[in-house]
């Protein structure tokens, strides 16, 4: 654990001095959310018939994800690690939930989410760089050390194969 945690704050000290940048920081906080992909996923839902019946992929969908960020959540509180801006950068914050890094929630649900669109729907493997895109970001940001993201990823690869099985049951039992 203890080279982990050097690892990740190496490679922090190192995006901070050649990567970091506070307006590519503002710009990635604005469009790196939720509501983001949201704009996407919701339009695509209701128009593919990928998704039907759509009260069974919607509710599961949102379900996984909210199962997911609880998880997380919880898991954020129990490591209660400090993240970059508070490690690296020095910042200071009062907002409790912005104290705590591990792991990344950002990662996790976009994992998830990715996850049930690819393995569960059928959708093409691009979905799976929104979470690509939402874990870089994280770093890039100093929000998340690098084992954050891949913490994040892989809870949510495995809370979206758990929602996959839970989407065959429904079909089967409501089919």
């Keep these: 654990m203890k080279t982990i945690s050097e ?3 190496d ?3 190192w995006i901070k001095k050649y990567l970091h940048h506070p307006t590519l920081s503002w710009w990635l906080s604005r469009i790196n959310r939720g509501e983001a992909f949201a704009l996407v996923l919701l339009p695509l839902m209701i128009l593919s ?3 039907a ?3 069974i992929s919607l509710p599961l969908v949102m ?3 909210f199962i997911t960020d609880r998880f997380v959540l919880f898991l954020k509180k129990y490591f209660a690690r400090k ?3 508070i490690s690296v950068m ?3 914050d009062n907002n409790p939930d912005m104290k705590h890094s591990f792991p990344s929630a950002h990662s996790a649900n976009s994992m998830v989410v990715g996850t049930l669109l690819v393995f569960g729907f059928g959708e093409t493997p691009f979905f799976l760089l929104f979470s690509l895109f939402a874990g870089v970001g994280r770093l890039l940001t100093l929000h ?3 084992s954050d993201i891949v913490g994040g990823w892989i809870i949510g690869f495995l809370m979206g194969m758990m929602g996959i099985f839970a989407l065959k049951y429904f079909y089967i039992y409501f089919h």
């Design 7 to 9: 690892y990740d704050q």
């Design 11 to 13: 490679a922090s000290l």
């Design 49 to 51: 018939n990928k998704y």
């Design 53 to 55: 019946p759509l009260y």
């Design 63 to 65: 379900i996984t994800t």
């Design 83 to 85: 993240r970059p801006l």
């Design 90 to 92: 020095g910042k200071t």
């Design 144 to 146: 998340h050390f690098i």
